[in-house]
């Protein structure tokens, strides 16, 4: 496992701008906290980068974001994709990174992983949270991506994503 970050690697993230609850409050963020770290990966190890994207965007303002990711989770929607990804078969190692929403990953990310094989690939699952940590979210990995082997993912607090490249750097 020592040579991981030599091999062909792809990011599979997905990551929510506009308001967003961080340690000082709710705050408008330009760029996602996962979107930040899934380019580190891209700077560091050269691995290609896959942005889920719900076709129905999320609602900017906070609290009605939570309003629709908490619907989402109780119901179990798979909400339709802008793109699909067809196939991972062209890589090694494949990064799966995400917010923590509700204690696991938004549900366009269990849409876009259960249409693809995983077998005997290598997923390392990386989550942005506020304080739960990767919660629920490697065990769903787990239960999904049937075949693979999921290595211990690394959970990075949204607000603190500006200081964790060197952390991230030593988790590849
Ligand atoms: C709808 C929603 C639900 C969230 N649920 C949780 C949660 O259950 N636990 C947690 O620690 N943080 C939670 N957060 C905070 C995000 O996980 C955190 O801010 C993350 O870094 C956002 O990443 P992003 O900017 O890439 O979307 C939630 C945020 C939103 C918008």
Same mark, same amino acid.
């Given at each position: 496992? %020592?040579?991981?970050? %030599?091999? +062909?690697?792809?990011?599979? #993230?997905?990551?929510?701008?506009?308001?967003? #609850?961080?340690?000082?409050?709710?705050?408008?963020?330009? +760029?996602?906290?996962?979107?930040?770290? =899934? @380019?580190?990966?891209?700077?560091?190890?050269?691995?290609?980068?896959? $942005?889920?994207?719900?076709?129905?965007? #999320?609602? /900017?303002?906070?609290?009605? !974001? !939570?309003?629709?990711?908490?619907?989402?989770? +109780?119901?179990?929607?798979?909400?339709?994709? +802008?793109?699909?990804?067809?196939?991972?078969? %062209? #890589? &090694?190692?494949? /990064?799966?990174? /995400?917010?923590?929403?509700? *204690?696991?990953?938004?549900?366009?990310?269990?849409?876009?992983? @259960? $249409?693809? &094989?995983?077998?005997?690939?290598?997923?390392?699952?990386?989550?942005?949270?506020?304080?739960?940590?990767? =919660?629920?979210?490697?065990? &769903?990995?787990?239960?999904?991506?049937?075949? =693979?082997?999921?290595?211990?993912?690394? =959970?990075?607090? *949204?607000?603190?994503?500006?200081?964790?490249?060197?952390?991230?750097?030593?988790?590849?």
């Amino acid at each position: 496992m %020592n040579d991981l970050k %030599n091999k +062909k690697s792809l990011v599979i #993230y997905f990551s929510h701008n506009g308001e967003n #609850y961080m340690a000082d409050g709710i705050r408008n963020i330009d +760029k996602g906290n996962t979107e930040i770290i =899934a @380019e580190y990966i891209k700077d560091i190890i050269g691995a290609d980068l896959f $942005k889920v994207e719900s076709e129905k965007e #999320y609602p /900017y303002n906070y609290r009605e !974001c !939570c309003n629709v990711a908490r619907d989402e989770l +109780k119901n179990g929607a798979r909400p339709k994709l +802008k793109e699909e990804l067809k196939s991972v078969d %062209n #890589y &090694d190692v494949i /990064y799966i990174g /995400y917010p923590i929403w509700y *204690g696991t990953m938004p549900m366009p990310l269990f849409t876009q992983l @259960e $249409k693809l &094989d995983f077998n005997g690939k290598i997923i390392r699952p990386f989550a942005t949270h506020e304080g739960s940590g990767i =919660a629920n979210s490697q065990r &769903d990995i787990k239960n999904i991506c049937k075949g =693979a082997i999921v290595l211990d993912g690394i =959970a990075i607090r *949204g607000s603190n994503v500006y200081n964790a490249k060197e952390e991230i750097e030593n988790w590849l």
